[in-house]
């Protein structure tokens, strides 16, 4: 375990906010988790919980403790002739399984390519790209109780998974912290290729649909649109999409009949929330030291300096030009701190 005062976050959030910790502690497995949650001296204030910062905007330094799981490993507990069932760390990088996945040949989170992360993060947040979600991959949730520290094990079911939504992350927020994940993965191919025409991207660049082409592709495809937090601080992207019913959609299509989309089921529609923001006139716009991606709309971007509150005036500029011009309200992914 490691404990360390005033502790630097800046590599702990992807927006690249300069602020600290008052205490931060990482554990590496299951035990040591235990122990710091019966000692009263770590969580008997503030605290919280991080992964690798990629949905985190901090407004200050954190007055209180920040855990952070180095929990690793790959352990296969099922397997069969059509898929196969892979535990995984909570501190594991998100990417990493993912390659981890594609090098064994296994199917199913290609998709979700180079979403910065770690694994425990993902059971969260439900993670999703490019029409997948981790809803479509976990079986099982370990977790441990903060309170109590006893362990428990959530089903995909009891997780109660909807789009960017868990129950970790509303009912249960900040009552169980997540140490394992057990993911389905398939052996046969099984591609989702339509969503964000990734069939014609993998044509566009002459590659036959194999996983790691699907995989370079998402990753190429990626790296263009969204800016490496390593060079321009950000969060990727900092709003939801919207789901709205089908009657306002038809009607805003009336007035908009370019307006991109995609059908939820028969009453609901999701409005790409990037194409909106576009239509605002926000890409590429800066206000002070924050701005709004070049490339891509959702993203806002940490143009040199810019505080959490800078960040967050701009959010809801932009929140109250979509409300305006189409009367939809954008939630933001990103959580405030």
């Keep these: 375990m490691k404990e360390i005062k005033n502790y630097p976050l800046l590599s702990h959030n992807t927006f690249g906010m300069d602020v600290k910790a008052s205490v931060f502690v990482e554990y590496d497995s299951v035990a040591e988790l235990k122990t710091i949650l019966s000692d009263n001296n770590y969580l008997s204030g ?4 991080i992964g690798g910062g990629s949905n985190l905007l901090f407004t200050a330094d954190y007055a209180g403790t920040v855990l952070h799981s180095a929990i690793r490993g790959y352990e296969v ?3 069969d002739d059509r898929e196969v069932k892979v535990r995984v760390g909570a501190g594991e990088v998100w990417d990493d399984f993912v390659a981890y996945a594609v090098g064994n040949g296994w199917y199913g989170a290609e998709n979700l390519s180079l979403i910065p992360g770690e694994v425990g993060a993902s059971a969260v947040q439900n993670i999703g790209a490019y029409g997948a979600e981790a809803k479509d991959l ?3 949730v370990e977790t441990l109780a903060v309170e109590t520290g006893t362990e428990r094990v959530f089903s995909n079911e009891e997780c109660r998974y909807a789009y960017r939504e868990s129950i970790f992350k509303k009912e ?3 009552k169980y912290i997540v140490t394992y994940v057990t993911y389905r993965l398939s052996k046969q191919p099984v591609f989702n290729l339509e969503y964000g025409n990734v069939q014609g991207e993998l044509a566009k660049r002459g590659c036959d649909v194999t996983l790691e082409n699907v995989r370079n592709t998402i990753i190429a495809v990626r790296e263009v649109k969204l800016p490496d937090p390593k060079v321009q601080g950000n969060a990727g992207s900092f709003f939801m999409n919207p789901m709205v019913p089908r009657t306002r959609f ?3 299509q009336q007035q908009y009949p370019d307006m991109p989309h995609y059908d939820v089921d028969g009453d609901r529609v999701k409005i790409p929330a990037a194409w909106m923001i576009d239509r605002c006139g926000w ?3 800066q206000v002070g030291r924050a701005g709004v991606h070049t490339k891509q709309a959702l993203v806002l971007v940490n ?5 959490g509150d800078e960040v967050i005036s701009l959010a809801r500029q932009i929140q109250e030009s979509v409300q305006q011009k ?3 309200s954008i939630s933001p992914e990103v959580n405030f701190i």
């Design 77 to 79: 507990v099922d397997e």
């Design 283 to 285: 890409k590429g716009k």
């Design 250 to 252: 038809e009607a805003l």
């Design 138 to 140: 976990i079986v099982k």
């Design 303 to 307: 143009c040199g300096g810019a505080t």
């Design 46 to 49: 503030q605290w919280l919980h």
């Design 326 to 328: 189409f009367g939809i």
């Design 172 to 174: 249960l927020r900040g």
